[in-house]
């Protein structure tokens, strides 16, 4: 067809899809006009009006004939046959309501959890940052000789010799995430900020919204030629700025340091980290010099992201093969001098590696990987068991409209046009369900980024912006005729598979006992065998969750509050600064409402540690790894608000001082192994050169994580911290039936300090629960799962049983008269599908030792071939087959047989 013609005709298509009634009726005008022109011809050359009239129809070849012919040259049968379709269908569907509603209902959880899965997947995992060209993004790292050994976070020398030496990428940036001190009214508050060198927005190739973005020229210790200059984002600057354009060039008084605000990014702009939305970004030379002078001057400080753009069109094997070339050069310049002889050598042995970084770094991507893609396994294999159930359902819906189908055949419609009405129905039903699936998957996500956030882990808190947009979309609809396919297409074939005479002798009444599909005989297996799987992994991800809950911490976090203060950019150094917690720990106890009061470094099962190998006199025996003990800082008062056993000697007391002897605690694991054969107390352990006096015997608290056996630990009284003061948090333990004591807390801290920001108090309990937010994500999901796939393998074993009862009504009636018992009838009934969902079970319980190795990793103090855990779910599945199957049984066992003969 010409182009001419396309111009001519695609109007007219569109004239008829829209304006489909006024082309209806021009198109009867004109038939009408034509056939009394014949007529009158006809009459003229000596007819009668009645034959005239008959011989115009004929040579017309009759006027709906003609109407259809014309509405061939349209184009537009296909579209007017899928309207004609989808209306069917839904009078179809309107007039079975309750297989409706199930099969909706069925398919939107099925549906709606994949979409749920995918959409987490797809936020952390699959989605490009919004950057023009991220496919060109690379996140380097340190790989060195165990393929498990990777760092991400570099060093600031290594990143300075990184972009000295560097001839691989068009441009090379680092970042690091800090929490600035700004005053809000009368309270100093944190800003959620990053630290970013000069090439940060340049190569990620962003432009601000207003004013513009640093670069080199600013990223100095001192700062540009307009001195310390900020980025801001779009959330910053409609809180604090109103949306004024006067911000650009405004002061900002970020750590009692003033900045000038430069530009303002646009609203969808985070960053190079996934999950992560700081507020300002600040030059890193600037930041470092100012905030942490030692951390960037040291080689030991791994604090770094380092992102690199490639050269357009450079391939993987080049960028691999120019950092071979450029790791030498770039570790030697960055070796740490004060590492001893063998990690320097191992540290030499590294290599430079660049992953894919188009879509973004985040620390979450290498927690929850293995845990999503488990997750997304157990959600298809639900939607599987709700497509076998479906299928079920339709072969018996098929059966019973035997005779409906045989009188479309009848009147000329091909088996094709059938089978393609028969899907529409099914994928009408899909696509009902992935509607009600997206509120499903809404809710849902919702529940699963909770799980998220929650997660203790580096860094500032998390924020995960999951939102249904097009990627999501097309996967739910993708997902969505997929599973129309599955589920419709095998009914369809089946029911337009046998004759057209063999299907009119089938009465609705007097359905014949035809031999089962091979495909129905394979549905119950296939939902028993998944069921299985689903209930022994969400057997053996509850018991996991169920071991960490009852596991016992060390410690007793009822009633106990954290509150963590931000020292860190006070004037008053070391002693000074621990008379200043002394002040405040002092004045918190005498609020009302506290038991007891402490303060410590490092809170249990956050995330962080801090560790260090300690000497033993006399002892030459024990490895470094073995020496390497968990260190921390501690209060007065400290072990009772904790409930931690003191085993043997005294806690810290006022005597424990800067200037007096240092003094150490350790737990009993450390007593066991440091001294074996003697009572520790009084004796001596090196830290740095320094000698550690040991006055008291703690008992074992989790530290680092609660899955984690107990590690040898070690405390110090604050107030003999002499090196650098770190920010401590405060532990209230409340009496019971206490109010919130925030505001209380608030009102003590003013007082002695005003310009210390005051983070939001957390509960221990909240924390521990905090720290197995992975465990508690898959067994909460896994559990809702099993139970759904249970819930639909009833629904599809009780809609198989009730059709075949319906189906075998005159065989039983002759059972019945022949002097069959009622158990007989029901054994009768169940026979079949019992050694059908038996064999499932054998297939279920096989795969699931197969595939056991795969989550593995993921469990606690349980086997992943469990045995209980699978005679678990043998028992479940068997009790709910039993239960599904009982009531279509009972129905057949009280069967009238008079009733049940006349039937035939």
Partial sequence: MTIENWLYSIPLKLRSLFKRKRVENELAEELRFHLEQRTEQNIASGMDPESA???????????????????????LNLIDNLARDLRYAIRMLRRSPGFTAVAVLSLALGIGANTAIFSLIDTLLLKPLPVPHADELRTLALKGN??????????????????????VFSGLFAWSNYDFQMRSGPDMVHVAGTLASGEYFSTLGVKPLLGHTFTNSDDQSSGGPNGPVAVISYRFWSKHFHRSPHAIGSPLVLDRTRFTVIGIMPPDFFGAEVGVHPEIWVPLAIGGNLFDRVCM??????????????????????????????????????????????????????HIIANDGAHGYT??????????????????????IACANLANLLLARASARNREIAVRLSLGAGRPRVIRQLLTESILLSLLGAAAGLAFAWWLTRILASFLISQPGPGPSFELDIAIDWRVALFTALVAGGSGLLFGLAPALRATHSGIASLLKESTHQLRRARRSVFARFLL????????????????????????LHLDPGFHPQRVQLISLDTDKRPEKNAALAALYTRILERIQTLPGIQSASLLW???????????????????????DQRDTYLNLIG???????????????????????????????????????????NPIGEHLILDKTPIRIVGIAGNIKYLDLRDPDPPEMYFPYTQKSDGM????????????????????RTALHEIAPDVPIGTPKSLQQQLEDSIARERLMATLSLFFGALALLLTSVGLYGALAYDVTRRTGEIGISMALGARMPDVMWLVVRESTFLVTGGIVIGVAAALALSKLVASLLYAIEPNDPRTLLGAVAALLAVAIAAASIPALRAARLDPTVSLRSE
């Fill in 146 to 167: 165990q393929p498990d050994r990777v760092l991400v976070a570099v060093t600031y020398p290594i990143f300075q010799a990184l972009h000295k030496y560097n001839h």
């Fill in 53 to 75: 009239r008959l011989e115009a129809l004929r040579a017309m070849q009759g006027l709906e004939q003609s109407k259809e012919a014309c509405r061939d040259t349209r184009g």
């Fill in 602 to 624: 490092l809170t249990p099962l956050s995330g962080g540690g801090w560790d260090q190998p300690v000497a033993i006199p006399g002892r030459s025996d024990l490895s470094e």
């Fill in 525 to 548: 297996p296939l939902q028993a065998a998944l069921s299985v799987l689903l209930v022994a992994a969400a057997g053996l991800f509850g018991g996991s969750l169920f071991r960490l």
């Fill in 363 to 384: 620390w979450m991507r290498f927690l929850f990987t293995h845990p999503l893609t488990v997750l997304m396994t157990l959600v298809a294999l639900v939607l599987l």
């Fill in 726 to 745: 770190p920010s401590l948090t405060f532990v209230v333990k409340t009496k019971p039936g206490a109010r919130s004591l925030y505001r209380d807390l």
């Fill in 297 to 350: 001057a040291s080689r030991s400080c791994w604090f770094l992201i380092v992102m690199g753009r490639v050269h357009p069109g450079l391939s993987a094997l080049s960028v691999n093969a120019g950092l071979q070339v450029l790791t030498p050069p770039v570790l030697h310049d960055a070796l740490p001098t004060d590492w001893p002889p063998p990690l320097q050598k191992t540290f030499l042995e590294r």
């Fill in 636 to 678: 007065p008062g400290f072990f009772e608000t904790m409930q931690i056993p003191l085993l043997a000697g005294r806690a810290f007391n006022s005597a424990d001082t800067a200037v007096s002897e240092r003094v150490g605690i350790i737990n009993q694991f450390a007593a066991e192994r440091f001294f074996p054969h003697k």
